[in-house]
T-cell receptor
Framework: KQEVTQIPAALSVPEGENLVLNCSFT??????LQWFRQDPGKGLTSLLL?????REQTSGRLNASLDKSSGRSTLYIAASQPGDSATYLC????????????FGKGITLSVRP | GAVVSQHPSWVICKSGTSVKIECRSL??????MFWYRQFPKQSLMLMAT?????????EQGVEKDKFLINHASLTLSTLTVTSAHPEDSSFYIC????????????FGPGTRLLVL
């Protein structure tokens, strides 16, 4: 059974700092991996999707990497801003039918002005 | 981009009543929709996978008679929480897959359910 772990559960940084959010998964037979952002009481916003054949994806100040063999992904946020404060969820799409997503518990990020 | 809506956004009901939550794909056809539940400070847990025109597939531990799912059209799936109890209070989120863009799931804004 796939398990996705995100540590630490919470992180507080000063504005402007570059930071890395980690995600690990136990079963490397994945189809793709997604990073989501969730604001309090809201739904999910997809940030980046990395296919299993890719090593990284970039969007603006965000860069996500994938090392499938070691079961790890990182989300790099450059020049963090208070507006980046949210919970960041990592989800793994297992290879096979129905594309089930297995989510980590998320990392709650607080960027201090 | 693909948009998924949910209605209602929040609902308060008395214990024992049934609540229906709608999930709609607004600008694409979703052959598959997924229903998740999220408890405070916890991750999303998949409840069931709903395929248009067929019965939903429920995850282990999810009571199919309590959480009724109907996916009658390519743009609408409904989740009905029957005889709701306080322990059913949670944040319910749906997602829809647009086959035109592969396996990407697009998520709705969620429905907050509070059972008194």
């Amino acid at each position: 059974k796939q398990e996705v772990t995100q540590i630490p559960a919470a992180l507080s940084v000063p504005e402007g700092e570059n930071l890395v959010l980690n995600c690990s998964f136990t079963d490397s037979a994945i189809y793709n991996l997604q990073w989501f952002r969730q604001d309090p009481g809201k739904g999910l916003t997809s940030l980046l999707l990395i296919q299993s054949s890719q090593r990284e994806q970039t969007s603006g100040r965000l860069n996500a990497s994938l090392d499938k063999s070691s079961g790890r992904s990182t989300l790099y946020i450059a020049a963090s801003q208070p507006g980046d404060s949210a919970t960041y969820l990592c989800a793994v799409n297992q290879a096979g039918a129905n594309s089930k997503l297995t989510f980590g518990k998320g990392i709650t990020l607080s960027v201090r002005p | 981009g693909a948009v998924v809506s949910q209605h209602p956004s929040w609902v308060i009901c008395k214990s024992g009543t049934s609540v229906k939550i709608e999930c709609r794909s607004l600008d694409f056809q979703a052959t598959t929709m997924f229903w998740y539940r999220q408890f405070p400070k916890q991750s999303l847990m998949l409840m069931a996978t709903s395929n248009e025109g067929s019965k939903a597939t429920y995850e282990q531990g999810v009571e199919k008679d309590k959480f009724l799912i109907n996916h009658a059209s390519l743009t609408l799936s409904t989740l009905t929480v029957t005889s709701a109890h306080p322990e059913d209070s949670s944040f319910y989120i749906c997602s829809a897959r647009d086959r035109r863009v592969g396996e990407t799931q697009y998520f709705g804004p969620g429905t907050r359910l509070l059972v008194l």
